[in-house]
């Protein structure tokens, strides 16, 4: 269910069942002529859309003011958004604080800008796992009190944590497509793998009679078609529904 549409009853219900709550993450990036700007965002979202259909979930409001960058290209008429990552955190660990204060428990963010090098971070997943981190500390400290952790009580922490019982586990943030997708697919910026994908996703909004292939990274939007997109759906809707299922 979309979280702004959802009566209070409704809420308490989510969180009484323990149902995964989504954040889409992206930002607002040139993506050549023919692709919009939110792409990057748009792609989680309708990811997210086609697996409510099988199964119960809250879809937050996405956030689309990431940090775009602008090593693609300068935002001047192209309409890159960048929000640097200084500025990002502390809005991440609010937003969070406030999702544990309702009470949610199964917070998942999902990105796709700049996942290649997912373990190793970009700036605007980055920063939404160290809001997640520092918002799960602090509501901890806050609930449990100061040396909860090394309380006797807690002397079967690590079995819990084993059996899945794990606060740090309440905020996750993912990449849309993981290493397994990636080496299947195509991962590239706004040519044949992303044009593909939201062919399959979201087709109105690729105007291919718009494609310009002047720069490297598009020439390969030509070969995109529905049908290589809808591999790339598939396996982001069966790894999503593992992560949420």
Known sequence: MRYELMLPSQIRTAIDENWPVVLPLGVLEYHGEH??????????IRSAELLEKEMNMVILPAFYYGAGSYFVEPPEGNGTVHVPSEALQPFAKELFSSLLRIGFRNIHGFIHHQTENFVAGM???????MGGRQATFAFLEKDRGEGWWGDNKMKDYYAKHDEGDNPFNWIQVHPLMDDHIIENFEFDHAGLGETSLLMSLMPQAVKMDQLSTEKWYLESAARSTQAFGDKARDMIHQRMRKILG
């Open 123 to 129: 700036p605007t997943d980055l920063a939404f796992k």
């Open 35 to 44: 692709l919009p700007v939110g792409l990057d965002t748009l792609v989680v």
